[in-house]
Nanobody, 116 residues
Framework: QVQLVESGGGLVQAGGSLRLSCAASGRTFGTSQMAWFRQAPGKEREFVAAIRWSEETTTYADSVKGRFTISRDYAKVTVYLQMNSLKPEDTAVYYC?????????WGQGTQVTVSP
């Protein structure tokens, strides 16, 4: 089992920045990928960014390219999402995700609200 705990959400004005963190614990050895997803009210959960744990290769949704950066701390087993130039449409609950040995793990989510 892998436990994921997100932090760093909050309220910010448009154009501002936030940094989300996701700390993984438990049986984290063998985790191949971690990612961030988000879900806005009335919408389906959507992919935001992902990072391959060993290679550190990253992928992003088109809507956040150039504004968001995903990174990881190997020793702390923590993944980060630096969000800059935030827009009201970025408002959502952000979920951390981990893939380990074919199993999917999710965090509880953290609210990000961007005011106009």
């Amino acid at each position: 089992q892998v436990q994921l705990v997100e932090s760093g959400g909050g309220l910010v004005q448009a154009g501002g920045s936030l940094r989300l963190s996701c700390a993984a614990s438990g049986r984290t050895f063998g985790t191949s990928q971690m990612a961030w997803f988000r879900q806005a009210p009335g919408k389906e959960r959507e992919f935001v960014a992902a990072i391959r744990w060993s290679e550190e290769t990253t992928t992003y949704a088109d809507s956040v390219k150039g504004r968001f950066t995903i990174s990881r701390d190997y020793a702390k087993v923590t993944v980060y999402l630096q969000m800059n130039s935030l827009k009201p449409e970025d408002t959502a609950v952000y979920y951390c995700y981990a893939l380990r040995s074919g199993y999917n793990y999710w965090g509880q989510g953290t609210q990000v609200t961007v005011s106009p």
